[in-house]
């Protein structure tokens, strides 16, 4: 039986991934493909953060850079000035908030645990800002690693991969993450990286094939709320692929996924209650 590393020490809180957990998105940006704008005010956030926390998020998941396919770099003033302030406003009035910062650059990574975030969210895996590995070993802190294909401006324009995208996948994490040991690393978590540099094809690979990362023994985190592999599949939009999501969702907690990173945190605490509740009741 593999041994899986399941706590993650987040500034002092000991958070265990023995029970998934879910990890709620706010997305600080004017143009994110789902929620872009909706949270320009500190009351927007605020009141934002209150409902994912009352709904069962374990984790705040805070962006100030758009990820989304055709994304472009923003000044890093500009992305501190969007997610330093937001972390500032929450845990003065939500102090024992855990929080993650998603976010491709050392020094807002630097920056936003010195102000009391506690994880790193990385979709470049430090192939954007290559301090970023020597910066997480310097702050220790948990680090969520992620696959990503060529760069958000560029990911999904002829998409394709030499070998098979599951080894592709399994093989850069295992490079990227003893580089990390190396820089002595303890909490790092992984993320497959669907919709970023894959096709609908890639991303249902790696789903049913998400098990299969559980050899690396660290947690998984899953991000596929109201993406394109589901939208595009039942010619639906972000706005009504919620049903599509929570299916997924019970398709990823099956697969062993430790970390639902998701727009509605409430649909997907249901979800998580009734796998478990599944899981836990006898066969006959």
């Excluded at 937001?86 to 102090?95: D, H, Q």
């Excluded at 994880?119 to 680090?143: H, L, Q, R, V």
């Excluded at 401006?153 to 093989?171: A, L, N, P, W």
């Excluded at 409430?266 to 006898?282: N, R």
Aim: net charge negative; aromatic share 6%.
């Amino acid at each position: 039986m593999l041994y899986q590393h399941t706590t993650l020490n987040c500034q002092g809180q000991i958070l265990d991934l023995a029970r998934p957990k879910i990890m709620g998105i706010l997305n600080l940006t004017p143009d994110s493909f789902y929620d872009g704008g909706r949270y320009q005010t500190e009351k927007a956030l605020l009141t934002q953060v209150a409902k994912m926390l009352s709904e069962g998020a374990d984790i705040i998941d805070i962006g100030g850079m758009s990820s989304r396919p055709g994304a472009k770099l923003i000044p890093v003033e500009e992305e501190l000035g969007r997610v330093v302030p937001a972390i500032r406003a929450i845990l003065k009035e939500f102090p024992d908030t855990i929080i993650s910062v998603d976010t491709v650059r050392a020094v807002v990574a630097r920056q936003t645990i010195d102000v009391g975030a506690a994880i790193i969210n990385d979709i470049s895996a430090g192939t954007i800002d290559t301090d970023m590995f020597k910066t997480i070993g310097e702050i220790n802190c948990p680090y969520i690693l992620m696959h990503m294909q060529g760069i958000p401006e560029i990911m999904q324009k002829d998409v394709t991969y030499d070998g098979h995208v599951v080894t592709t996948v399994m093989d850069f994490l295992i490079e990227k993450m003893g580089q990390l040991r190396a820089l002595d690393v303890k909490d790092i978590v992984i993320d497959p990286g669907f919709g970023f540099g894959k096709t609908v094809d890639h991303n249902y690979e790696l789903l049913k094939n998400l098990s299969s990362f559980r050899i690396l023994e660290v947690p998984i985190l899953v991000g596929l709320s109201r993406k394109s592999m589901i939208h595009k599949l039942l010619k639906v939009t972000p706005e009504t692929a919620l049903n599509g999501t929570t299916a997924l969702h019970f398709a990823a907690l099956e697969n062993n996924a430790k970390i639902l990173r998701v727009h509605d945190v409430l649909e997907a605490k249901e979800t998580l209650t009734l796998w478990e509740k599944l899981k836990d009741s006898p066969v006959l």
